[in-house]
């Protein structure tokens, strides 16, 4: 069965400072891996997906991540943190047999200090 | 284009009672899925819906149920309320051809249960 673990529930960042959130998965086969983003009161905003090829993907916002097989992991990354991205991201994984849903993490909430 | 639009944002209901959630998915979307967020469980998958067809069914119990119309757009009920059931409750619409890796998710239904 696939399952996601963020290790960090709470992280708290000042502005302008790196950013890596970390996501571990399991699972049997090539996984497609996602990360998303939500505010409060809001829904889950796609911030990046992979699915093959380059394992490090761009996405929206300035985020980037890395997917990384021999350690199972597919840590978010961003160069400096921006106040506005205080929110919570969650990872998840999908099968690439059909039409499964995802499997979240159960997220790791960021705040950000001046 | 419009979004993911879930009626109502937010409910209170007596424990005991049943309810009855909207989810008018992206025009075009023919799969809808339903996930319940609560803060020690996270994002948990309950049912995907697609041509008016359940497709894949979580793990929860018969209380909760859900159906689509022809127009998509897809409802989910719960019934005999428990305290437990208060959460945010998310869904989801994806193109064909993209099961969950196309999610675009509703901004969700905060249910209270007292």
């Known amino acids: 069965a696939q399952s996601v673990t963020q290790p960090d529930i709470h992280i708290t960042v000042s502005e302008g400072a790196s950013l890596e959130l970390r996501c571990n998965y399991s699972?049997?086969?090539?996984?497609?891996l996602f990360w998303y983003v939500q505010s409060p009161g809001q829904g889950l905003q796609l911030l990046l997906k992979?699915?093959?090829?380059?394992?490090l993907v761009q996405g929206i916002k300035g985020f980037e991540a890395e997917f990384k097989r021999s350690q199972s992991s597919f840590n978010l990354r961003k160069p400096s943190v921006h106040w506005s991205d205080a929110a919570e991201y969650f990872c998840?994984?999908?099968?690439?047999?059909?039409?499964?849903?995802?499997?979240f993490g159960k997220g790791t909430r960021l705040s950000v200090i001046a | 284009k419009a979004g993911v639009t879930q009626t109502p944002r937010y409910l209170i209901k007596t424990r005991g009672q049943q309810v009855t959630l909207s989810c008018s998915p992206i025009?075009?979307?023919?799969?809808v899925s339903w996930y319940q967020q609560t803060p020690g469980q996270g994002l948990q998958f309950l049912f995907e819906?697609?041509?008016?067809?359940?497709?894949n069914k979580g793990n929860f119990p018969g209380r909760f149920s859900g159906r689509q119309f022809s127009n998509s757009r897809s409802e989910m009920n719960v019934s005999t309320l428990e305290l437990g059931d208060s959460a945010l409750y998310l869904c989801?619409?994806?193109?064909?051809?993209?099961?969950?890796?196309?999610?675009?998710f509703g901004s969700g239904t905060r249910l209270t249960v007292v």
């Open positions: 989801a619409s994806s193109p064909p051809a993209t099961g969950p890796y196309g999610y675009t």
């Open positions: 699972y049997g086969a090539t996984p497609y």
């Open positions: 992979y699915f093959s090829g380059d394992t």
């Open positions: 998840a994984v999908g099968s690439n047999s059909g039409n499964t849903p995802l499997v």
């Open positions: 025009s075009g979307h023919r799969s």
């Open positions: 819906y697609f041509s008016e067809t359940q497709r």
